[in-house]
């Protein structure tokens, strides 16, 4: 058995462009779908899996580790959240075709089963100072609801206003005022992750998770930009209750850093970017010695929502899976059924390989468009993160 091509298939999906990975064999009929989209980068990614071909083509899709290990290491620029976006779709598919050939879960290469089922939450987006997400304070309580009332026991929010670096009084109640809104929506026995999205400096941060804690969060996701671990340490033992981070970061060193130094609770590597499913394993492997749990980042499509489910059902450390569901609503038209979320759960399934094909007929009626920019500025003009 030898890989053929590597091709990908981009779909529109408004706020950002799914970039499925397609790797054909010369078995008739076998292929394996990935996933390696990756935000604002699409078109980088793609040509980036089109300079990755080469490596693959001719090759034997079973050798899965040294397949990768060429990937990252034959490029002399190693690395990278485009190489390493390119790569976790590439690896995914080649998984699914090895999975397929033997006739089993993708679940079963990486271990077998740890678990019965997989817990979910919903990601809501945020509110109305957010620059992708519209909603009003009292529309986005609303949705916590529905989202309770369809079965999911836990749910992430934006409360944190896009700011300056040392905000004020006002943005510390706006953002405790929404938290109160979803809270009392929801009632006490729902799990509520705040995702503060990078936006505020250590010192802001701690303050909103002081204005917060009263309303039990059960993490804070991503308090400040990646890179400075230091900063990480201080809103940690600051804090109350777990802070969790990694969806920006790309390789197990990075997690290391963090997780020796105790820079969070919760880890949360995406297997769209980090380099796959066997990158995941080993930031996995480093969590479990550590005491991390693992919550995988997962707002992208419905190839990296089955791809992070194979993964949560194997894996011992896995406390919960994030998933997007109200983008657009052609996610389910351009994929064969996937997983079913029943009661904010998915049970361990029954496929041979990923689980879920792609209807590229259906696929080609959303065909590339630039993502929208998302920059927002200051009074002053100055640019601030979102």
Wanted: some cysteine; aromatic content about 8%; charged content about 20%.
């Amino acid at each position: 058995m030898k890989v053929t091509a590597v091709d990908t298939v981009v779909v529109n999906a408004r706020l950002r462009n799914w970039v499925f990975v397609k790797v054909v064999t010369d078995v008739p009929g076998l292929i394996g779908w990935g996933e390696s989209t990756l935000e604002w980068k699409t078109q980088a990614v793609v040509g980036a899996i089109r300079d990755l071909e080469p490596l693959i083509v001719g090759q034997d899709p079973s050798r899965l580790e040294h397949l990768w290990q060429s990937m990252y290491r034959h490029q002399f620029f190693q690395g990278g959240v485009v190489t390493t976006s390119a790569i976790s779709g590439i690896d995914q598919a080649l998984h699914d075709i090895v999975a397929k050939s033997l006739g089993v879960p993708i679940y079963q290469l990486l271990g077998g089963a740890v678990r019965s089922r997989v817990r979910m939450y919903d990601h809501l987006g945020g509110g109305d100072s957010d620059a992708v997400y519209g909603a009003s304070d009292e529309e986005f309580a609303a949705s916590a609801r529905r989202s309770v009332d369809e079965g999911f026991t836990a749910l992430k929010i934006l409360a944190v206003p896009i700011g300056p670096p040392l905000g004020g009084r006002a943005e510390v109640k706006a953002a405790a005022h929404r938290m109160e809104l979803v809270r009392t929506a929801v009632g006490d026995d729902v799990d509520i992750m705040v995702d503060l999205h990078g936006r505020t400096t250590p010192a802001m941060a701690i303050q909103f998770g002081q204005a917060l804690a009263e309303f039990n969060p059960w993490f804070f996701e991503e308090p400040c930009q990646p890179g400075n671990v230091d900063a990480m340490v201080e809103v940690a033992r600051a804090l109350p209750f777990p802070v969790a981070t990694g969806e920006r970061i790309v390789n197990r060193h990075e997690f290391f850093e963090l997780m020796s130094k105790r820079a969070c609770a919760v880890i949360q590597p995406d297997v769209c970017h980090c380099g796959g499913f066997t990158e995941i394993r080993k930031v996995a492997a480093i969590a479990e010695t550590f005491q991390v749990a693992i919550a995988p980042h997962n707002p992208l499509g419905p190839i990296a929502t089955a791809a992070s489910l194979h993964f949560a059902f194997s894996s011992p450390n896995h406390l919960i899976q994030e998933v997007m569901r109200a983008d657009v609503p052609w996610r389910d038209e351009v994929v064969t059924p996937g997983l079913p979320i029943v009661a904010g759960h998915v049970e361990l399934p029954i496929v041979i390989g990923l689980g879920i094909e792609v209807d590229e007929r259906a696929a080609a009626k959303y065909p590339y468009q630039a993502e929208p920019q998302v920059a927002p500025l200051g009074p002053d003009g100055a640019v601030r993160d979102w």
